[in-house]
């Protein structure tokens, strides 16, 4: 088998990544929600200043998967954490190990820039992704609850400050 390559983005494999960001919200069942497009993506992601990064998984020099992910910081450890947003392979190449290649090359990362953590969230209904993490010693934080705040509601509640 051909071995994976793992190599940070440039602005060039923007197509790439707004390809599989629509791949995934269709997974996802999402896919009216993406707003995001090549120029958007060029403008965010590969910004001088940008706080978002992404990973480009490939095998035998053609891409198949990709990882976004950014960096929090955690009050209580006093130390950043490495969060992330989006990872992604393509179904035709999914159980080549990319997907843990990915996280083990997001891990060191973590390690390397001295993270107290390293987190992402997973839909419920997503079991075979929620086996994965799990069969690699992730841990389910159930005991915390996600809340959002996006859009028109967003909007009002920012205008009533």
Request: charged share 20%; hydrophobic share 40%.
């Amino acid at each position: 088998m051909t071995q994976l390559n793992i190599r940070q983005a440039t602005k060039d494999d923007a197509a790439t990544i707004l390809f599989y960001i629509n791949e995934l919200a269709i997974y996802e069942k999402a896919e009216h929600e993406v707003l995001a497009t090549l120029q958007s993506i060029q403008q965010t992601l590969f910004a001088e200043n940008g706080q978002v990064q992404a990973l480009i998984c490939e095998l035998a020099g053609e891409p198949i998967g990709i990882a976004i992910y950014f960096y929090n910081y955690s009050t209580w450890l006093a130390k950043s954490g490495l969060y992330l947003e989006d990872l992604y392979v393509s179904a035709a190449h999914r159980g080549v190990g990319a997907g843990k290649k990915l996280l083990q090359h997001l891990a060191k990362i973590a390690v390397d820039q001295d993270c107290g953590r390293f987190e992402w969230s997973c839909l419920d209904w997503n079991k075979p992704s929620r086996d994965f993490y799990e069969s690699i010693g992730a841990v389910a934080q159930s005991e915390w609850i996600g809340y959002r705040m996006s859009g028109e509601t967003l909007k009002n509640f920012a205008a009533k400050s």
